[in-house]
Antibody
Framework: EVQLLESGGGLVQPGGSLRLSCAASGITFSNYVMSWVRQAPGKGLEWISVISGSGDTTYYAASVKGRFTISRDNSKNSLYLQMNNLRAEDTAVYYC?????????WGQGTLVIVSS | QPVLTQSSSASASLGSSVKLTCTLNSGHSNNIIAWHQQHPGKAPRYLMNLEGSGSYNKGSGVPDRFSGSSSGADRYLTISNLQSEDEADYYCETWDRNSRVFGGGTKLTVL
């Protein structure tokens, strides 16, 4: 059974940093493209970043480019999202997602609140 | 970049059927999409991916009541014999070379 378990969310001040992690199990992790998707309170889903199975190709949404960095450690079956210079509008639940053409598995999410 | 358009809301009666629509923008009418279901306060759940031909592949455990179809740039999710637990938000998703896109979501109310 595929499981994706996010961690690392919490309360952070504007301008601060946070690193999210996603631990994957039940899959050969390195075989899969992975992504991060967020959902602000009361809003829809917003894709923010994707990374290839090897980790050598990454893409970002314009809203986070230059502030967020996606990475992975295939030896640890883990996906990461380093978030810097956080803004109030980054407040959201962050989901990691496994991709096979489209997203086919979701984590349970971790909440990030950016507030002073 | 692809754009997905969904109606913001839909409603149907318990035991009836409903057909939700996701429309691809010009230049992306052949894209494969996915449908996801999300209950309030819960993570999204993958339902199926759906090709322009109308062929679809459902995720593990998705009831037979859920089916997909296509017509041109429109992708449909049909839910038959509506149950109370089908009341949820439904999102479609697609991608291009360097980005992924979600529709705005449809809130389905079961009357």
């Amino acid at each position: 059974e595929v499981q994706l378990l996010e961690s690392g969310g919490g309360l952070v001040q504007p301008g601060g940093s946070l690193r999210l992690s996603c631990a994957a199990s039940g899959i050969t992790f390195s075989n899969y493209v992975m992504s991060w998707v967020r959902q602000a309170p009361g809003k829809g889903l917003e894709w923010i970043s994707v990374i290839s199975g090897s980790g050598d190709t990454t893409y970002y949404a314009a809203s986070v480019k230059g502030r967020f960095t996606i990475s992975r450690d295939n030896s640890k079956n883990s996906l990461y999202l380093q978030m810097n210079n956080l803004r109030a509008e980054d407040t959201a639940v962050y989901y990691c997602a496994k991709i096979v053409t489209t997203t086919d598995h979701w984590g349970q999410g971790t909440l990030v609140i950016v507030s002073s | 970049q692809p754009v997905l358009t969904q109606s913001s809301s839909a409603s149907a009666s318990l035991g009836s059927s409903v057909k939700l629509t996701c429309t691809l923008n010009s230049g992306h009418s052949n894209n494969i999409i996915a449908w996801h279901q999300q209950h309030p306060g819960k993570a999204p759940r993958y339902l199926m991916n759906l090709e322009g031909s109308g062929s679809y592949n459902k995720g593990s455990g998705v009831p037979d009541r859920f089916s997909g179809s296509s017509s041109g740039a429109d992708r449909y999710l049909t839910i038959s014999n509506l149950q109370s637990e089908d009341e949820a938000d439904y999102y479609c998703e697609t991608w291009d070379r360097n980005s992924r896109v979600f529709g705005g979501g449809t809130k389905l109310t079961v009357l």
